[in-house]
């Protein structure tokens, strides 16, 4: 049974992935860091998206009842309440408007980081995945923040509060640094989340390995790896929280309408969302 | 409230656009995957950062997708569903509320019925006492003055029959005086003249009795 699951493995890893070519550099001796390729990377996305529309399928039945008895269509029921939650929360009574997307966002990263518990790979363990949806999301920050402030007003932001024209040095530079902040942040949503996924990828096959050269059978076939699965299920909620939390706030950020109160308390905010996911 | 803030169904011309611009985006991705490779994704890969842009254009497009049909297949009509549910209850809740005060109304109206008919009971309960008492007045007066009556009827009663028996005892007394004289004198006295003295006597004695 063991051999026929790690044979499944073996053969989806080897239709899905490709070894990098820096891999034989930086793979050390537990096998290469393969990286998903372009075919595999849409079928792990395609099933994903194919498995959360048949549950919803499922779930969609009991939708006419005046009470949702079904249990899958109450978890997705309870779902919408965090989510709603997330978004009121945080950016306001407005944000409910953005619920589809971060609901979708939320299913599609959560559900990618369980596969990853049982898979070889996974979308969130490939960066140009969640490289695609941070551009998608700051993107649509800075949509949503031009449709809020208008396009100069959006810009205007980047530049801080308004300084004397002997200091405009000053204003260009930080409007430079806002700017390249606004980049930053692609890079650390995608960076934060395939690095937790794929770091914890690496880390159970690096202890899988353990017990390998011993003489023991217990001990040589025994998953050490399986002892990071608490952890790495906890990581998967926290990975797709930290994911939405923060477009939330960066979407509360540019659509807030108090623009006075704003500028201050947002870059404020600003440091501080970012600091906090950076402990996690 | 919630549905002013939630995203309305999108016009199908925007959401046939939007697929068009994700299937267009995924197919160059897939494009840019298998032909372009850039300056620095080649010196990313040497450093073992695996960056396709080509898969992250195609993930923007796949996205763009789910986004659309997603929110179509089953978070518009979750939304609703839910929101129906809430108008329900806030519905029932409603009705249930002002059923409440009805029966709050219904009830003040029932104990203020419950204590005038308790007050109507007391003043007719009063009534009737007192309509019974005056009864017992006028009958205790009534009997009083029957009895009254009768009293005076058995005094004049009385005070006859004692006359009578007073005279009686009078015309005896008389004649046993009168008897008792004879034996004693012996002699045959004017039966006139000593009637007359021993009446004399009997009046001088009723005087000082």
């Given at each position: 049974?063991?051999?026929?699951?790690?044979?499944a493995?073996?053969?989806?890893?080897?239709?899905?992935?490709?070894?990098?070519?820096?891999?034989?550099?930086?793979?050390?001796?537990?096998?290469?860091h393969?990286?998903?390729?372009?075919?595999?990377?849409m079928?792990?996305?395609?099933?994903?998206?194919?498995?959360?529309?048949?549950?919803?399928?499922?779930?969609?039945?009991?939708?006419?009842?005046?009470?949702?008895?079904g249990?899958?269509?109450?978890?997705?029921?309870?779902?919408?309440?965090?989510?709603?939650?997330?978004?009121?929360?945080?950016?306001?009574?407005?944000?409910?408007?953005?619920?589809?997307?971060?609901?979708?966002?939320?299913?599609?990263?959560?559900?990618?980081?369980?596969?990853?518990?049982?898979?070889?790979?996974?979308?969130?363990a490939?960066?140009?995945?969640?490289?695609?949806?941070?551009?998608?999301?700051?993107?649509?920050?800075?949509?949503?923040?031009?449709?809020?402030?208008?396009?100069?007003?959006?810009?205007?932001?980047?530049?801080?509060?308004?300084?004397?024209?002997?200091?405009?040095?000053?204003?260009?530079?930080?409007?430079?640094i806002?700017?390249?902040?606004?980049?930053?942040?692609?890079?650390?949503?995608?960076?934060r989340?395939?690095?937790?996924?794929?770091?914890?990828?690496?880390?159970?096959?690096?202890?899988?390995?353990?017990?390998?050269?011993?003489?023991?059978?217990?001990?040589?076939?025994?998953?050490?790896?399986?002892?990071?699965?608490?952890?790495?299920?906890?990581?998967?909620?926290?990975?797709?929280?930290?994911?939405c939390?923060?477009?939330?706030?960066?979407?509360?950020?540019?659509?807030?309408?108090?623009?006075d109160?704003?500028?201050?308390?947002?870059?404020?905010?600003?440091?501080?969302?970012?600091?906090?996911?950076?402990?996690? | 409230?919630?549905?002013?803030?939630?995203?309305?169904?999108?016009?199908?011309?925007?959401?046939?656009?939007?697929?068009?611009?994700?299937?267009a985006?995924?197919?160059?991705?897939?494009y840019?995957?298998?032909?372009?490779?850039?300056?620095?994704?080649?010196?990313?890969?040497?450093?073992?950062?695996?960056?396709?842009?080509?898969?992250?254009?195609?993930?923007?497009?796949?996205?763009l997708?789910?986004?659309?049909?997603?929110?179509?297949?089953?978070?518009?009509?979750?939304?609703?569903?839910?929101?129906?549910?809430?108008?329900?209850?806030?519905?029932?809740?409603?009705?249930?509320?002002?059923?409440r005060?009805?029966?709050?109304?219904?009830?003040?109206?029932?104990?203020?019925?419950?204590?005038?008919?308790?007050?109507d009971?007391?003043?007719?309960?009063?009534?009737?006492?007192?309509?019974?008492q005056?009864?017992?007045?006028?009958?205790?007066?009534?009997?009083q003055?029957?009895?009254?009556?009768?009293?005076?009827?058995?005094?004049?009663?009385?005070?006859?029959?004692?006359k009578?028996?007073?005279?009686?005892?009078?015309v005896?007394?008389?004649k046993?005086?009168?008897?008792?004289?004879?034996?004693?004198?012996?002699?045959?006295?004017?039966?006139?003249?000593?009637?007359?003295?021993?009446?004399?006597?009997?009046t001088?004695?009723?005087?000082?009795?």
């Amino acid at each position: 049974m063991q051999d026929l699951v790690l044979n499944a493995q073996w053969f989806l890893a080897e239709a899905t992935t490709h070894a990098a070519e820096a891999g034989g550099e930086h793979g050390g001796g537990h096998g290469g860091h393969a990286t998903l390729s372009f075919m595999g990377l849409m079928i792990y996305t395609f099933a994903i998206a194919g498995l959360i529309m048949i549950l919803m399928a499922f779930a969609k039945k009991g939708l006419k009842d005046r009470v949702f008895k079904g249990r899958l269509l109450q978890y997705f029921e309870q779902l919408h309440g965090f989510v709603e939650n997330l978004c009121v929360g945080i950016i306001g009574g407005h944000g409910r408007k953005y619920m589809p997307m971060i609901y979708t966002l939320w299913l599609m990263i959560f559900v990618s980081n369980l596969v990853a518990l049982a898979f070889p790979s996974s979308p969130t363990a490939d960066l140009s995945f969640n490289l695609g949806i941070a551009l998608l999301a700051i993107g649509y920050v800075q949509w949503e923040g031009m449709k809020a402030n208008g396009v100069f007003g959006h810009w205007k932001h980047f530049a801080g509060p308004k300084l004397p024209i002997a200091l405009i040095p000053i204003t260009l530079m930080i409007f430079v640094i806002e700017l390249i902040s606004e980049v930053m942040k692609n890079v650390s949503l995608s960076l934060r989340l395939f690095g937790n996924i794929d770091g914890g990828h690496q880390a159970a096959t690096a202890m899988n390995e353990l017990g390998k050269e011993s003489n023991l059978f217990l001990v040589k076939y025994l998953p050490f790896g399986a002892f990071l699965m608490p952890i790495k299920m906890l990581t998967c909620v926290v990975q797709a929280l930290i994911f939405c939390l923060l477009f939330c706030v960066y979407l509360s950020l540019v659509t807030h309408h108090d623009h006075d109160d704003h500028a201050d308390h947002a870059h404020g905010e600003e440091g501080g969302a970012n600091a906090h996911p950076a402990t996690t | 409230m919630s549905e002013k803030s939630y995203p309305k169904k999108s016009s199908a011309p925007m959401t046939i656009g939007m697929i068009i611009v994700g299937a267009a985006l995924m197919y160059g991705g897939m494009y840019m995957s298998s032909n372009v490779t850039l300056g620095f994704q080649e010196s990313l890969n040497e450093q073992g950062i695996l960056l396709d842009l080509g898969k992250t254009i195609a993930v923007i497009g796949v996205f763009l997708i789910l986004f659309k049909v997603l929110d179509l297949f089953f978070f518009n009509p979750l939304h609703v569903a839910i929101d129906t549910r809430t108008d329900d209850l806030e519905r029932t809740f409603g009705e249930a509320e002002s059923l409440r005060a009805e029966m709050t109304q219904m009830k003040s109206e029932y104990e203020k019925r419950l204590a005038d008919t308790e007050a109507d009971a007391r003043a007719q309960i009063q009534a009737q006492i007192k309509e019974a008492q005056d009864l017992k007045k006028s009958l205790m007066a009534d009997a009083q003055r029957q009895a009254d009556d009768y009293k005076q009827t058995a005094i004049a009663e009385i005070d006859a029959e004692k006359k009578k028996v007073m005279t009686e005892l009078r015309v005896e007394v008389t004649k046993l005086s009168l008897q008792a004289t004879e034996k004693i004198l012996g002699a045959n006295v004017d039966s006139d003249r000593n009637r007359k003295l021993i009446d004399e006597f009997l009046t001088s004695v009723e005087a000082k009795n």
